[in-house]
């Protein structure tokens, strides 16, 4: 069976460069770099999000802090061992970048018409069991993990979160579902305490889902197959 591994993992980022770039890692003589991108949401709220790019996409006069750039690729997980400690990354791996000022008026009004700022879409399956909650203020929310497949039987795991009555939907979703979601890049601070009792911040990055259907379900309705919610925008 061939399989496009290239469809089960779309992603379109619109934003500006806010960090110079660092190397990352070298492949077979190709190497690679990291650089944080700037993306506004709806709420004016921003999500700094960590591009990998191979040198081979690089311009070294255009790609500095205070571009705007487009970029098209993957959103991708690995694993990293730090202090005998598994901790899974995740990042855009790009395959594409086209500089703002390479782009015709007629491509910067279609970005502006399709919102496509910040858009992920996934085809992949449930790793474990969703974890659904609520907030203080009622607000429902859960945590999926979800396996997309990629070539040479590799697979990234994507953290996602669900809101509203999509956090609903998913609540019951047994591992192995085969879903496909819709929805954003974000970043996310929190705080870690250590046993010592020192306090560290981190950033999270995970998918805000913005819509959800069930690939293959026969049984459902098409109002239960899929599933969004207004409220990611913000």
């Known amino acids: 069976m061939n399989i496009n591994y290239s469809e089960n993992n779309n992603l379109t980022l619109v934003g ?3 960090s110079e770039k660092k190397f990352s890692h070298e492949i077979y003589g190709e190497k690679f770099y990291l650089f944080d991108i700037e993306i506004p949401r709806l709420s004016e709220i921003s ?8 040198e081979r996409l690089i311009d070294e006069e255009k ?3 205070g571009a705007r750039v487009l970029i098209k690729g993957q959103f ?3 694993n990293s061992y730090e202090n005998e400690k598994n901790k899974l990354i995740l990042t855009v791996f790009a395959k594409d970048i086209v500089f703002e000022s390479e782009l015709s008026e007629e491509e910067r009004e279609d970005i502006k018409k399709q919102q496509l700022s910040n858009e992920v879409i996934l085809m992949g399956y449930i790793c474990k069991k969703p974890v ?3 907030t203080p203020f009622g607000r429902e929310i859960a945590d999926i993990l979800i396996a997309v497949n990629r070539a040479y039987n590799k697979s990234d795991y994507i953290p996602a979160i669900a809101w ?8 019951n979703m047994e591992p192995g579902t085969e879903v ?21 911040s981190k950033t999270a990055y995970e998918l805000s889902i913005g819509s959800l259907e069930v690939v293959n379900e026969k049984e459902n309705s098409e109002e239960s197959k899929k599933a969004s919610d207004e409220e990611t925008a913000v």
Not at 180 to 200: F, I, N, P, W
């Open 47 to 54: 999500d700094i999000i960590p591009v990998t790019i191979s």
């Open 164 to 171: 509203g009555r999509t956090a609903r939907f998913c609540q």
């Open 180 to 200: 496909k979601v819709v929805g954003r890049v974000q970043s996310r601070k929190y705080e870690k305490k250590h046993e010592d009792g020192t306090v560290e």
């Open 76 to 78: 991708r997980s690995y």
């Open 132 to 134: 659904y909650r609520q």
């Open 63 to 65: 790609l500095s802090i």
């Open 16 to 18: 500006k460069v806010v």
